[in-house]
C-alpha cells in the first residue's frame, strides 16, 4: 500500500490567512523533503529534514520520525504560493528511494 | 549553484516507438534519478544510478532502458512507447543518499 498519505488533496486560501499541510507515513521514514511545483513545471526545493523543525521566511516544516508525520505549514499566504506541494520521503537505510505522496494543489486567491 | 537540464521539454511519438529523454546537471553530484509523474499522483522512481556506469531499478522499470554514460548525463529509454504511460518525466540529482534532491524542470511525453 501507499507509504506517504498526504493531505488535503486541494486548498484555498485567502492572500494574508495560512495553513498546513500534513504527510502520513506507514512506516518510519529516514528524512522528509518539501518541494513546491511551479506553474512552470520546475520542482523547487523548500526543506530537506532528518528531525526537528525549519523555517524559512513564512514556511515552516516538521518532521516526526517516531510519530510517522510531517507537516507544512503557510502563514501570510501570497498569490505567487499558488502551486503544488509534495512531500517526499526515504526510508531508514534507503533514502536513495524517496516516496512521493500524491501533492497539494494550493490556489491563493486575491 | 548548479542546474538540472532535461531535453526536450516536449516529447511527442508514436504508438511502439523508441524514445529517449536526456538529463545533464552540472552540480558534479554522484547520484542521478528519473522519476513518473502521472496527473493526480505521486512521483515514481524510474531508475536511479549512485555512479557513471551504474544502474539500480525502482519501482516502475519495466518499459524503460537507462544509461549512466558519464557522471553529468543520464538518460531514459521508453523502449516501446505506450499511450498510458503520457506523464511528466522528471530527472533528479543529489551528491548523496542523504542530501537534498534537486530536480530538472521535465518532460513531457505525449503518445499518439
Not at chain 1, 512506516?27 to 523547487?44: D, E, Y
Not at chain 1, 505549514?73 to 526510508?91: K, M, N, P, V
Not at chain 2, 531535453?7 to 529517449?20: A, R, V, W, Y
Request: net charge positive; with cysteine; proline share 1%.
Amino acid at each position: 500500500g501507499d507509504q506517504v498519505e498526504q493531505s488535503p488533496s486541494a486548498l484555498s486560501l485567502h492572500e494574508g490567512t495560512g495553513s498546513a499541510l500534513r504527510c502520513n507515513f506507514t512506516t518510519t521514514m529516514r528524512a522528509v523533503q518539501w518541494f513546491r511545483k511551479n506553474s512552470r513545471g520546475s520542482l523547487i526545493n523548500l526543506f530537506y529534514l532528518a528531525s526537528g523543525t525549519k523555517e524559512n521566511g513564512r514556511l515552516k516544516s516538521a518532521f516526526d520520525s517516531k510519530e510517522r508525520y510531517s507537516t507544512l505549514h503557510i502563514r501570510d499566504a501570497q498569490l505567487e504560493d499558488s502551486g503544488t506541494y509534495f512531500c517526499a520521503a526515504g526510508l531508514s537505510g534507503s533514502f536513495n528511494k524517496l516516496t512521493f505522496g500524491a501533492g497539494t494543489r494550493l490556489a491563493v486567491c486575491p | 549553484g548548479g542546474i538540472i537540464t532535461q531535453t526536450p521539454k516536449f516529447l511527442i511519438g508514436q504508438e511502439g516507438q523508441k524514445l529517449t529523454l536526456k538529463c545533464q546537471q552540472n552540480f558534479n553530484h554522484d547520484t542521478m534519478y528519473w522519476y513518473r509523474q502521472d496527473s493526480g499522483k505521486g512521483l515514481r522512481l524510474i531508475y536511479y544510478s549512485i555512479t557513471e556506469n551504474d544502474l539500480q531499478k525502482g519501482d516502475l522499470s519495466e518499459g524503460y532502458d537507462a544509461s549512466r554514460e558519464k557522471k553529468s548525463s543520464f538518460s531514459l529509454t521508453v523502449t516501446s512507447a505506450q499511450k498510458n504511460e503520457m506523464a511528466v518525466f522528471l530527472c533528479a540529482s543529489t551528491r548523496d543518499s542523504a542530501e537534498t534532491l534537486y530536480f530538472g524542470s521535465g518532460t513531457r511525453l505525449t503518445v499518439l
